[in-house]
């Protein structure tokens, strides 16, 4: 059965670092999702892509974060300065093209922990 | 904007029994999907079971049904026969079904639901 695959599981990195977290989403499937889970906390939107471009990103989605399809099958995610409060485990999701297919699947997600 | 509350932070429920997770919602939307997720400590994000809005038959999926009131705005989850296996954070989710909304996941603050053996 396809799935969406998250790399790498765990990234430790030191405040102010750029880090890229890589995502492969299932092969027909057009709409990604990056979401965020701070430890003990409720999950939450950051950004949503389709057709090469955001289509709509949240609050916390601020000048430091970006996203990208660099090559048609993967889908990153870059903190550009990372800072402490940005220790989260990191989502990404995908949809079918068939908006009728109306379920998210999730990648095992890359934990980010910032010194 | 759309809200998700979960008033149980956590819940346990004995090996066999049935529990039920309550969730509630506000929004004005009327077309819209609802979800409940299962994480367990590998922190995996699982689809348990969803209800479309429009639709008023609840949904059921093995031992997980919903008790869905769309005029009270409440989706519950019901899991009959409890199993070990069970054991997880458990999160409500809601999604807008339409263009503009970009379909992006709204979720609750999770009920951690513990199976005793």
């Known amino acids: 059965e396809p799935e969406v695959t998250q790399t790498p599981s765990h990234q430790v990195t030191q405040m102010g670092q750029e880090v890229i977290l890589r995502c492969v989403p299932i092969?027909?499937?057009?709409?990604f999702y990056w979401y965020r889970q701070i430890l003990g906390q409720k999950v939450e939107f950051l950004v949503s892509?389709?057709?090469?471009?955001?289509?709509?990103k949240s609050e916390i989605f601020d000048d430091q974060f970006s996203v990208e399809r660099p090559d048609g099958s993967n889908f990153t995610l870059k903190i550009r300065s990372t800072k402490l409060e940005d220790s989260a485990m990191y989502f990404c999701?995908?949809?079918?093209?068939?908006?009728?297919?109306?379920?998210?699947?999730f990648g095992p997600g890359t934990r980010l922990t910032v010194l | 904007a759309q809200t998700v509350t979960q008033s149980q932070p956590e819940m346990s429920v004995q090996e066999a029994e049935t529990v039920t997770l309550s969730c509630t919602y506000d929004t004005s939307e009327n077309n819209y999907y609802l979800f409940w997720y299962k994480q367990p400590p590998s922190r995996q994000m699982i689809l348990v079971i969803r209800?479309?809005?429009?639709?008023?038959q609840n949904a059921t999926e093995n031992r997980f049904s919903v008790n869905f009131q769309k005029a009270a705005k409440s989706f519950s989850l019901k899991i009959s026969d409890s199993q070990l296996g069970d054991t997880a954070m458990y999160f409500c989710?809601?999604?807008?079904?339409?263009?503009?909304?970009?379909?992006?996941?709204?979720f609750g603050k999770g009920t951690l639901l513990t199976v005793n053996p």
């Open positions: 892509f389709y057709n090469n471009e955001i289509s709509e």
């Open positions: 209800q479309e809005a429009y639709k008023q």
């Open positions: 989710a809601f999604m807008v079904n339409s263009g503009g909304s970009n379909y992006k996941l709204t």
């Open positions: 092969s027909n499937h057009l709409y």
């Open positions: 999701a995908s949809r079918h093209r068939d908006l009728k297919i109306n379920e998210q699947f």
